[in-house]
């Protein structure tokens, strides 16, 4: 409790405000934090250099209203500072309970890709693109602006990490530090280099379409996802809450959110939301709980007869959900992304990669708001 207190003082995202704070500022604004412009349009590690390799070669967009157009040279993101970064990326878990946003950062960021668009970055997908604000302020990416405030002085700190790459290496990192499975990552993802680059609005799914399930076929096929990555991926709403001040979906607060981890109030999937495991499935089959969401899109995870066979199977199973969730996962995170070296790098060679395996110490939040039901589960 006074450890969460503290982070809450200490933080400076109104993530973790209470909710009538949170409320002013959940919405990205004109006034509202954004990266300066030097850090909007610094790529990572680049220079202005001679061309040695056609793999090294992309050009910088625009700076500022002029729009320069060169060669540049890009080392790869350096394996070192990314195994650095994930350190950082760790503690910031553990002092602001961030799991949640960060998770939903790096899917935002992926989930514009179209697979019908061969050209990169027109492609959308995991590029960076989220950290311009004329893509945050896009309606589906309501509060997002307060994930990039978390995550600003970890990419300050490491020169040769690109956003794209931070974007997933934070969201891989909140699902294993959430007890979930080790997602089989590479890095190496170039950044756009300007707004001009963003995506149109429009890209991601909807909560309530008229028909779900058409819906999300549509959304995820464009992304070049299936029937058992639709209703595995959904699965990351094991972790996190809606608000209603920003996605509209939700209620302001419940028994499970009303006292934190974090940011009091929201309305959660799960009685335990910062814990990865398949209590999304099974409390979705349950539908018994009034203070747990269900959006339309998950509840159709159990109508639709293909999304059924998967989310009855994860409702049983927890390691067939983390084989696939990993699996889904790691597919996500590299859709639309270029990248330098194009066969990607790896931080994982000397560590176990196997996805089924919890890690070791899996996460568990220090306080929730109601710890009775927490000590019968
Ligand atoms: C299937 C279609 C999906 C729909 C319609 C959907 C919709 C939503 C909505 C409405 C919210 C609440 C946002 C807010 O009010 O702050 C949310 C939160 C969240 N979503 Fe999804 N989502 C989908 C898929 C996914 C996927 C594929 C992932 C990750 C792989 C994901 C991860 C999350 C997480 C972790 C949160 C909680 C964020 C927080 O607590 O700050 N979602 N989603």
């Known amino acids: 409790m006074m450890a969460e207190r503290l982070a809450a003082s200490l933080s400076p995202a109104s993530y973790l405000l ?7 500022t959940a919405q990205p604004s004109s006034a509202a934090f954004f990266p300066s412009p030097r850090r909007l349009h610094s790529t990572a590690s680049c220079s202005l250099r001679p061309v040695p390799s056609p793999l090294r070669l992309f050009q910088t967009a625009a700076i500022g209203s002029r729009r320069t157009t060169s060669v540049v040279m890009c080392a790869a993101s350096d394996p070192a500072q990314l195994k650095s970064a994930r350190e950082d990326i760790k503690e910031l878990l553990k002092t602001t309970f961030c799991h949640p946003i960060l998770v939903r950062l790096g899917w935002h960021d992926a989930g514009t890709y179209d697979k019908n668009i061969a050209e990169w970055p027109k492609r959308g997908g995991a590029n960076g693109s989220l950290r311009f604000e004329i893509e945050l302020k896009h309606a589906a990416n309501a509060g997002l602006v307060n994930a990039l405030k978390l995550l600003q002085s970890i990419k300050d700190k490491y020169s040769s ?4 790459d931070l974007f997933q290496l934070a969201s891989a990192t909140a699902i294993e530090e959430a007890g979930g499975p080790k997602i089989p990552m590479k890095y190496g993802r170039v950044d756009v280099s300007g707004p001009e ?7 991601l799914p909807d909560a309530g379409p008229p028909s ?6 549509n959304v995820f096929y464009r992304m070049g996802l299936d029937d058992k990555e639709i209703v595995a991926l959904s699965g990351a709403h094991t972790l996190g809450r809606s608000r209603p001040e920003r996605s509209g979906w939700g209620k302001a607060e419940t028994k499970y959110t009303k006292d934190g981890p974090g940011a009091p109030g929201g309305q959660s999937w799960t009685v335990q939301w910062l814990k990865f495991d398949n209590s999304y499935f ?17 509840a159709v995870l159990f109508e ?3 999304f059924k066979v998967y ?6 199973d927890e390691d067939a959900f983390f084989e696939d969730y990993a ?9 639309g992304a270029k990248f330098n070296p194009p066969e990607g790098i790896s931080m994982d060679d000397d560590s176990n990669t196997n996805t089924t395996t919890t890690p070791q110490e899996p996460f568990v939040a220090a306080y929730y708001s109601d710890s009775e039901k927490r000590k019968k589960d």
Do not use: V
């Open 161 to 164: 990490i690109t956003y794209a």
């Open 327 to 335: 699996e889904a996962h790691a597919k996500l995170s590299d859709l």
């Open 18 to 24: 209470p909710a009538a704070a949170s409320k002013r």
């Open 311 to 316: 989310a009855e199977k994860y409702a049983e």
């Open 197 to 203: 680059q963003c995506p149109e609005e429009g890209r």
């Open 212 to 217: 779900p399930a058409g819906h999300l076929r």
């Open 282 to 298: 099974r409390d979705i089959k349950e539908g018994k709980d009034e203070d747990l969401l269900i959006l339309p899109t998950d």
């Open 304 to 306: 639709d007869s293909q």
